[in-house]
């Protein structure tokens, strides 16, 4: 059964601090992302990888960074947290030409 | 920007009717359209694509493709209360064979006994 699966479910985290979400995938697809979901704004694109090391904006990237050092695994960084990044973070990967995401069970992040 | 916007909801219908979930998105260059849904606090999943004009059936799911007028939309015919989600329009960029992904607002659909 395929599966992706972030590292935490929930997490509550301070203004400033730098939180790491994780996101590991058992696929061996080439393509990974990361997706905020807002209330109102349905999933936008913060940044996604198509192989190791190499990565590309999204539509919201401001705020965020990303890191692939091995094909499995893909991370987004908030340098320093901020209320406005309170949200759910999903991961997804596909393989190169399709169009089927695979979805981890999402992060729910929120910063007081 | 690239936009995906679809029908406002919330939508609600009685048990066996025929639901209506609509989309339209702005670049003209996209080839390929998926409808996602997303049970309440579960992360979506996919249950159809289209990649032509016309109709595409699979069970009570029919996916609709009009590129002329950058439309797409999805009919749950005999609606069942287990369709009660979200039920999320996306578009693949036409630009990247990346998988990128862009994604409607959602539409919350009740399936009401």
Known sequence: DVKVTQSSR??????????????VQDMDHENMFWYRQDPGLGLRLIYFSYDVKMKEKG???????????KKERFSLILESASTNQTSMYLCASNAPGTGELFFGEGSRLTVL | QKEVE????????PEGAIA???????DRGSQ??????????????LIMFIYSNGD?????????????SQYVSLLIRDSQPSD??????????GGT????????QGTILTVHP
Do not use: H, M
């Open chain 1, 10 to 23: 929930y997490l509550v985290k301070r203004t400033g601090e730098k939180v790491f979400l994780e996101c």
């Open chain 2, 56 to 68: 595409k059936e699979d069970g009570r799911f029919t996916a609709q493709l009009n590129k002329a």
């Open chain 1, 59 to 69: 539509d919201i990237p401001e705020g965020y960074s990303v890191s692939r050092e």
């Open chain 2, 84 to 93: 009660s989600a979200t039920y999320l329009c996306a578009v693949r960029d």
């Open chain 2, 32 to 45: 390929s359209f998926f409808w996602y849904r997303q049970y309440s606090g579960k992360s979506p999943e």
């Open chain 2, 6 to 13: 679809q029908n406002s909801g919330p939508l609600s219908v």
């Open chain 2, 20 to 26: 209506s979930l609509n989309c339209t998105y702005s």
């Open chain 2, 97 to 104: 064979s990346y998988g990128k992904l862009t994604f409607g």
